[in-house]
């Protein structure tokens, strides 16, 4: 299953982080996990909520750019190679990972990466062939 | 009577009685005005349209009955629809930023860039440069009329000429010392940008033998002046000129630095309300509107300059009876004059929309960073534009950067930032924030 994350364009200056994350609380809306991604001149928030799209609307109304993706959450062994082995499987397909972050906590002894990919349906995919589960995004609710 | 030495026979002509003044401009305005009606459309047209002929013209006032023309009839009627002499009689073009994407253009015939030569060899004169000086033109050479003007000024008068164009700080610095340059002539603020330069070497003017700075090409303040001529230990001088009149060589300060005197035996000039367009009295604020007397390959007349400022009549001390302006400190349109480039927000705007087909809200900031003007475009993000991959967004500012550099010349600095963050008043977005006069050094 696909996992819904929400991205808010945020310039790179002090205070810009405080923003968003003052109206998903004042929604009612938890974060589960997040990655800040920045470039000299602005910054990328992305974000798994619990209310992805009461997030966005929440997130526009208060004015900001907010972009929805799919991204897959995937369990990865936690142990050497573990990772490999999930990169093992995709990239002789030619799908590239546009870029990942860590979940905040594990399921077991598995680690959860959100994982955003050129092709997420063919990623998806293969993932399932090769036995490398896919969280769905309710197990992923779940889970915390 | 306090006269800069010497005055080479070029300068003459600045010292002619009223009396003569206007009858050679009379005779000329006649001669210029029939050449135009004969050979510009436009021109013909709109006399037409007003009941006017050229030999109407009885007197210099009677050139008030005249439309008026405007920066738009260039780009309507681009590139040579205002020419006024077959290409067989034209020997060079300039070219200068229009309104939107494409330029502007400008011919000039042999006697043209004989009247070019001369006027700036007598605005060189007017600023103390004679035979002798090595001057280090630091104008850019091109399509803009700064370089190839100060270049031939220069060299008429018989002064060496360093013919070093705009551009690479350090190669200017070690040429102004090891040349022994005695004057340059560069945008204002350039040359605040080598000083902050020089003094970041521990280089030092006392050195050096410049002596005499002849600025233009953008407008600058009389604390800009006093700070240059502080650091440097130079006099500077300010000159005035458009592309679409002849280039550089329109009007100059003389010893006095007070005012600018106009050639007015090649530019008939008169002070205009610019929401009307009727005359102001002497010595009044308005709209300078130029006529090129003689000027045969694109002949102006009545050419809205958009800048303001007021006529002063007043003789001057240095002995020239060429009448005066005051220093052009801003404009009565939108046009920024940056790095001496005219640029104007629609051209910017213009060069967005070619990237995202419905147009962000955006702001054009200027700052000054050591000398230097600089450009900030800051486009609101929306929603259309946002991607999540941070490659996708840094595309998109390249591509707002270069179809920005594209239009206007000049590289401009596109910062993405968040919607609505762009201060608006009453709905509309103010386009553009000067902000190069700020904060301590000009």
């Known amino acids: 299953m696909k996992v819904k994350q929400l991205s808010v364009f945020l310039e790179n200056k002090p205070g810009r982080l405080g923003h968003p994350c003052e109206v ?60 490999e082995a999930v990169l093992a499987v ?47 995004s309710v197990a992923l609710y779940e889970s915390t | 009577m306090t006269l ?7 300068s003459y002509a600045d010292f002619l009685t009223p009396e003569e003044l206007r009858r050679i401009q009379l005779h000329r305005l006649r001669e210029i005005v029939t050449l135009a009606y004969d050979n510009v459309q436009l021109t013909r047209k709109r006399m037409t349209d007003r009941g006017v002929k050229p030999d109407h013209l009885k007197s210099l006032a009677d050139v008030r009955n005249l439309p008026f023309m405007e920066k738009n009839d260039l780009r309507d009627t681009y590139p040579y629809g205002l020419f006024a002499r077959p290409m067989k009689d034209i020997v060079r073009l300039h070219a200068s930023s229009g309104t939107t994407g494409k330029p502007i253009v400008v011919g ?28 280090q033109n630091a104008f850019g050479y091109g399509l803009f009329t700064g370089g190839l003007g100060a270049h031939y000024g220069a060299e008429g008068l018989g002064a060496t000429v360093i013919p070093i164009s705009g551009g690479n700080t350090e190669r200017q610095i070690l040429v102004m010392q090891d040349f022994g340059v005695t004057a340059i002539c560069s945008t204002p603020s350039y040359f605040v940008h080598l000083i902050e330069s020089i003094e970041k070497m521990d280089g030092s003017f006392g050195k050096m033998k410049l002596r005499t700075g002849v600025f233009g090409a953008e407008p600058w303040t009389e604390g800009m002046r006093a700070y240059i001529q502080d650091r440097a230990g130079i006099k500077a001088y300010d000159i005035y000129g458009l592309t679409e009149i002849i280039g550089p060589g329109v009007a100059t300060e003389c010893c006095r630095q007070s005012g600018l005197h106009v050639f007015e035996d090649h530019f008939l000039m008169e002070v205009v309300d610019p929401k009307t367009g009727a005359s102001v009295p002497d010595g009044e604020e308005g709209e300078l509107v130029l006529t090129t007397l003689s000027k045969r390959a694109t002949p102006m007349i009545r050419f809205r300059t958009h800048d303001i400022t007021a006529m002063v009549s007043a ?16 404009r009565s349109d939108d046009m920024m004059i940056i790095r001496g480039v005219n640029v104007f927000p629609s051209q910017i705007e213009s060069a967005l929309l070619k990237v995202e087909t419905s147009l962000p809200h955006y702001q054009i900031v200027l700052l000054r960073k050591e000398g230097l003007d600089q450009i900030e475009v800051q486009v609101e993000v929306t929603e259309e534009m946002f991607r999540d991959r941070i490659g996708a967004l840094e595309q998109l500012q390249r591509q707002f950067t270069s179809a920005i550099e594209h239009v206007i010349g000049l590289r401009a600095e596109v910062r993405l930032v968040e919607p609505q963050s762009i201060a608006r008043s009453q709905g509309k977005a103010k386009r553009v924030l000067d902000k190069r006069n700020e904060g301590g050094a000009p």
Request: charged letters at 25%; aromatic letters at 4%.
């Open chain 2, 4 to 10: 800069t030495p010497p005055i080479p026979p070029e």
């Open chain 1, 24 to 83: 998903l609380a004042a929604a009612g809306i938890n974060i589960l996990t997040l990655c800040l991604a920045d470039t000299e001149k602005f910054g990328l928030l992305r974000l798994i909520v619990d209310d992805p799209e009461k997030a966005r609307k929440a997130l526009e109304k208060a004015g900001c750019a907010v972009n929805v993706a799919d991204v897959l959450a995937i369990e990865v062994a936690d142990h050497p190679g573990g990772m």
């Open chain 2, 108 to 135: 000039y015939t042999r006697e043209d860039l004989a009247v070019w030569t001369n006027v700036m060899c007598r605005t060189m004169a007017a600023c103390g440069l004679h035979a002798g000086d090595v001057v």
């Open chain 1, 90 to 136: 995709l990239e002789p397909a030619g799908i590239n990972v546009d870029y990942m972050y860590a979940f905040t906590l594990k399921r077991g002894r598995n680690a959860i990466m959100i994982v955003r990919f050129s092709d997420t349906d063919k990623a998806m995919d293969l993932l399932k062939k090769n036995g490398i589960n896919v969280l769905k």
């Open chain 2, 315 to 330: 003789p001057c001390p240095c002995g020239r009876t060429l009448r005066r302006i005051l220093r052009v400190t801003h």
